[in-house]
């Protein structure tokens, strides 16, 4: 990203000035250029984070629903503590619907029918917010790469003859191609908001129902937030070596492709296909460490979150069992 940057907010005149340079790191002034041009489409990134909230925040109802199902309907509706806003909200809604709809709403079967009318309803809005959180996050991302890419373009017209003579056009045209923008648009800028509301709604529901579940259920939090930390950071690097060896494979082939007569013109396609293969070889080795690397975060978190819930069933049911929440609650 801050490669493009340095392109596309330089100054008009002609200039020897290099695509990237490995040994300098973004700086937030290159960050602040990139701001820029996202800028103009905040409101697109608005609505994708919202869209987002919604898409986690909704399938909450369910297992709300199932809470009163079980505490309520299918048993004696057990005692809760004030501060439970979601149990009251249920109440208070199913009061007001069956009041509106006449007394066969009134009983356990009606507010059956509520909820799940109810969750219906919920889940069509739920699929669309799936479909305007991707559409939405996309098309803030395409855009920017747009006005990105036509910046980047006229800065490139006016480069001097030397930098093109130093300079492999293969890499030049990687560069420009490269996506990089559009995935911190589509996926970064959005999911940090969208992740950070949805951990805090879902921890004040926790807290709300069921203190100490709550706690425990955070317990393997910290070792989550770890492992994140250390497969995060090693990710980072081997995607950035990733796409320099790219790059620079790319603006090889292009070179090898374009002189192709020459290459046969002096018998050397042997030798051409060894140096293929080395530079293919490179790339490929680089490539399985990335792939290796989130190969081995995935099981680990998702193993992790197995253990959290495993965590809770066992908690609960001790608490269950002696009369200090409810199974619904669990």
Not at 122 to 144: E, I, N
Not at 203 to 211: A, E, G, Q, W
């Amino acid at each position: 990203m801050s490669s493009q940057l340095s392109l596309s907010s330089s100054p008009p005149q002609t200039s020897d000035e290099p695509l990237s340079s490995p040994e300098i790191k973004p700086s937030s002034n290159a960050i602040l250029r990139f701001l820029r041009y996202v800028r103009p489409y905040i409101w697109l990134i608005a609505g994708a984070v919202f869209c987002g909230v919604l898409k986690f925040v909704l399938p909450a109802s369910v297992a709300i629903a199932q809470r009163y199902i079980v505490d309520n309907l299918a048993g004696k509706a057990p005692a809760h503590n004030d501060a439970d806003f979601s149990y009251r909200w249920t109440m208070d809604y199913l009061a007001w619907v069956s009041t509106h709809i006449g007394k066969a709403a009134q009983t356990p079967w009606g507010h059956l029918n509520i909820l799940v009318v109810t969750l219906i309803a919920m889940y069509a809005v739920w699929g669309l917010s799936l479909y305007l959180r991707t559409y939405l996050a996309q098309l803030a991302g395409h855009r920017v790469i747009l006005d990105l890419r036509t910046d980047l373009y006229q800065h490139i017209t006016r480069l001097s003859h030397s930098f093109f003579q130093t300079h492999q056009s293969g890499g030049i045209v990687s560069r420009l191609m490269s996506d990089i923008a559009q995935n911190f648009v589509g996926s970064a800028m959005t999911a940090i908001w969208m992740d950070l509301v949805t951990c805090v709604f879902y921890i004040v529901l926790l807290f709300s129902m069921d203190r100490p579940l709550a706690l425990a259920s955070l317990l393997v939090f910290p070792f989550y937030l770890a492992a994140m930390k250390t497969y995060g950071r090693a990710a980072k690097r081997t995607t950035k070596e990733v796409q320099e060896a790219l790059e620079e494979f790319s603006g090889d082939v292009q070179e090898r492709v374009a002189g192709i007569q020459v290459v046969k013109s002096f018998a050397a396609e042997r030798r051409e296909s060894k140096s293929f293969f080395h530079g293919a070889r490179g790339l490929y080795t680089l490539t399985m460490r990335s792939v290796k690397i989130s190969a081995l975060s995935q099981p680990l978190t998702q193993w992790l979150t197995q253990m959290a819930t495993l965590g809770i069933l066992w908690y609960g049911g001790y608490r269950v069992l002696n009369g200090q929440t409810s199974p619904g609650t669990v």
